[in-house]
């Protein structure tokens, strides 16, 4: 019963607020995250700096690309999210296959 009253709010607050709630997404997406990213690249170890310098490579090709203008601000946050998820994952994936061939 919970889930079903949570799940009627959220379609009422997208109906009455959806474009603001998209906008306020995509702006943590796109400003706060990165941030945070950087933030653990610089004091984070391991696999959690491995990760995360990983993560910020997709806003390195938007920004080289010149953000492509001619798809939706919402495709491209959810290509954003989707592959600084995995670009960050292959990163840490990476940096352990390299530890241990190192500890060999």
């Known amino acids: 019963m919970i889930v079903v009253t949570a799940v009627a709010i959220l379609l009422f607050l997208a109906v009455t607020f959806g474009d603001f709630i998209a906008f306020l997404t995509a702006s ?6 990165p941030t945070l990213l950087v933030t653990c690249a610089m004091y984070g170890r391991y696999d959690m700096r491995a990760f995360s310098i990983g993560a910020l490579v997709p806003w390195g090709v938007l920004i080289g690309m010149r953000f492509p203008l001619n798809t939706s601000i919402l495709l491209m946050t959810i290509w954003l999210l989707v592959m600084s998820g995995v670009c960050g994952a292959v990163a840490m994936v990476g940096r352990r296959w390299l530890q241990r061939d190192a500890d060999r």
């Open 28 to 33: 943590v997406i796109w400003c706060i995250l």
